[in-house]
């Protein structure tokens, strides 16, 4: 049983650097923006955190879920905290302190953290969590998601996979050098859904010498393998050549991965993530909208609902894939030879010559009819990869259709969040 804590005590929340894989999302998710990085880490302030746990459910790697007992006069420091390399033991509290302590170390409740918790969900754990209002997408996975098994390995025990593939999936004559990277993991355990990610180490060290931090890739393969049956998963991967101002710069990772050759190995942390999964019960519907490498995850799901076609169990597939042009859509090939039955593309291209400038956004407009019958269909889920700056368009396109269609959008989105069937990843 938990007792209250005596008023000098503080349950600090940390994030643990051995997980964390930067991702950004916490620092995104935070209402009050309590966390913040540099090069190194990411960290809390607890001059500003009020243990909301908004930050929690989002994280894939399960390293913001992090607390330590500590005087209120005597928290660990930003500092501090900015030059670890792992988290630190418990700190010895004073015995009148301690000995008024009882139960585990865990993070306030949500009644303790002042959150109203009339509209909140809970998670594996029975613990209450923030109102789902307060992101744009899920913190939860559908409900009919296999359960996904994350951190079997982390940056001081990763696991060697060896390279089997590496082929250019846009056409040479573009800027866009996009690889499909395929990686086996010989008799290392590595169960993978689809949805989830893994974070590769790239070798050598940055500009402080400290070893590359992971960086992370969506899995653009299903469960049982890009090549089924055997225990490998597949990447899609851009060669990043520029930075977000458009000025030469060349991306550790990305280069690394795109310039291996078969048979090379590879350092891999991972998996992670436990929302961004696709429902698996019969029937359910999938409305996926991504750009560029945003693919990935849509490909991982398109080809597990392509190896059951037979079965008869699949609901609708509804792409809306954006690019500048066709001939730098990753997988535009394969994409084309689908069946027109199984799976409704729209293809979004916005420096195509030959016809207007299009976006994802503008498409979901245009077939708003069909987005909305999906969007009311309880066993449909909606996934959003790609740019950051997607997310805003798509919502507001989503909205239009619904209030074209004379719905409540709000009400509507704030469903498909609480239910776990509208999930965004984006970078």
């Not at 056409?171 to 590595?190: E, M, Q, Y």
């Given at each position: 049983?938990?007792?209250?804590?005596?008023?000098?005590?503080?349950?600090?929340?940390?994030?643990?650097?051995?997980?964390?894989?930067?991702?950004?999302t916490?620092?995104?998710?935070?209402?009050?923006?309590?966390?913040?990085?540099?090069?190194?880490?990411?960290?809390?302030?607890?001059a500003?955190?009020?243990?909301?746990?908004?930050?929690?459910?989002?994280?894939?790697?399960?390293?913001?879920?992090?607390?330590?007992?500590?005087?209120?006069?005597?928290?660990?420091?930003l500092?501090?905290?900015?030059?670890?390399d792992?988290l630190?033991?418990?700190?010895?509290?004073?015995?009148?302190?301690?000995?008024?302590?009882?139960?585990?170390?865990?993070?306030?409740?949500?009644?303790?953290?002042?959150?109203?918790?009339?509209?909140?969900?809970?998670?594996?754990?029975?613990?209450?969590?923030?109102?789902?209002?307060?992101?744009?997408?899920?913190?939860?996975?559908?409900?009919?998601?296999?359960?996904?098994?994350?951190?079997?390995?982390?940056?001081?025990?990763?696991?060697?996979?060896?390279?089997?593939?590496?082929?250019?999936?846009?056409?040479?004559?573009?800027?866009?050098?996009?690889?499909?990277?395929?990686?086996d993991?010989?008799?290392?355990?590595?169960?993978?859904?689809?949805?989830?990610?893994?974070?590769?180490?790239?070798?050598?060290?940055?500009?402080?010498?400290?070893?590359?931090?992971?960086?992370?890739?969506?899995?653009?393969?299903?469960?049982?393998?890009?090549?089924?049956?055997?225990?490998?998963?597949?990447?899609?991967?851009?060669?990043?050549?520029?930075?977000h101002?458009?000025?030469?710069?060349?991306?550790?990772?990305?280069?690394?991965?795109?310039?291996?050759?078969?048979?090379?190995?590879v350092?891999?942390?991972?998996?992670?993530?436990?929302t961004?999964?696709?429902?698996?019960?019969?029937?359910?519907?999938?409305?996926?909208?991504?750009?560029?490498?945003g693919?990935?995850?849509?490909?991982a799901?398109?080809?597990?609902y392509?190896?059951?076609?037979a079965?008869?169990?699949?609901?609708?597939?509804?792409?809306?894939?954006g690019?500048?042009?066709?001939?730098?859509?990753?997988?535009?090939?394969?994409?084309?030879?689908?069946?027109?039955d199984?799976?409704?593309?729209?293809?979004?291209?916005?420096?195509?010559?030959?016809?207007?400038?299009?976006?994802?956004?503008?498409?979901?407009?245009?077939?708003?009819?069909?987005?909305?019958?999906?969007?009311?269909?309880?066993?449909?889920?909606?996934?959003?990869?790609?740019?950051?700056?997607?997310?805003?368009?798509?919502?507001?396109?989503?909205?239009?259709?619904?209030?074209?269609?004379g719905?409540?959008?709000?009400?509507?989105?704030?469903?498909?969040?609480?239910?776990?069937?509208?999930?965004?990843?984006?970078?």
């Amino acid at each position: 049983m938990n007792a209250p804590l005596p008023p000098e005590v503080l349950k600090q929340h940390l994030i643990d650097p051995e997980i964390c894989i930067r991702c950004n999302t916490c620092e995104e998710t935070c209402p009050v923006d309590a966390i913040t990085h540099d090069g190194t880490n990411y960290v809390v302030d607890p001059a500003i955190c009020n243990g909301c746990m908004a930050c929690v459910p989002p994280c894939p790697t399960g390293s913001i879920d992090n607390w330590r007992l500590v005087l209120k006069a005597e928290p660990y420091t930003l500092d501090e905290q900015f030059g670890w390399d792992e988290l630190p033991g418990e700190k010895a509290l004073p015995d009148s302190a301690s000995t008024e302590v009882a139960g585990d170390v865990i993070p306030p409740s949500a009644d303790e953290a002042g959150v109203d918790t009339s509209t909140a969900v809970e998670i594996d754990t029975g613990t209450p969590i923030a109102p789902a209002i307060s992101v744009a997408g899920a913190t939860i996975p559908p409900w009919s998601a296999a359960h996904p098994y994350v951190n079997l390995y982390a940056h001081k025990t990763p696991v060697t996979a060896t390279v089997v593939g590496n082929y250019r999936v846009t056409d040479d004559d573009t800027d866009s050098d996009i690889h499909h990277i395929v990686l086996d993991f010989g008799n290392a355990p590595f169960p993978v859904l689809e949805g989830q990610s893994i974070g590769i180490l790239a070798p050598g060290t940055d500009a402080n010498g400290r070893p590359h931090h992971a960086r992370q890739y969506s899995l653009a393969s299903p469960r049982d393998g890009e090549r089924p049956g055997y225990n490998n998963l597949s990447l899609t991967v851009k060669r990043v050549t520029e930075d977000h101002q458009g000025q030469p710069a060349k991306g550790v990772c990305s280069n690394y991965l795109c310039d291996l050759a078969k048979n090379d190995t590879v350092q891999v942390i991972g998996p992670f993530g436990n929302t961004f999964l696709m429902p698996n019960h019969a029937g359910a519907n999938l409305m996926m909208i991504c750009t560029g490498t945003g693919s990935a995850p849509m490909r991982a799901m398109t080809e597990r609902y392509r190896r059951r076609i037979a079965r008869g169990t699949n609901g609708r597939l509804m792409l809306f894939f954006g690019a500048r042009t066709q001939r730098e859509l990753p997988y535009f090939g394969p994409l084309m030879k689908l069946p027109r039955d199984f799976i409704d593309i729209n293809l979004a291209l916005s420096r195509d010559t030959e016809q207007p400038r299009r976006y994802v956004q503008d498409l979901i407009r245009e077939r708003a009819s069909d987005v909305l019958t999906l969007l009311h269909d309880t066993n449909t889920c909606i996934y959003v990869c790609g740019l950051k700056g997607m997310e805003t368009g798509v919502l507001d396109a989503l909205r239009d259709v619904v209030v074209q269609g004379g719905q409540d959008w709000t009400i509507l989105h704030d469903i498909l969040r609480r239910e776990g069937r509208l999930h965004f990843e984006t970078y």
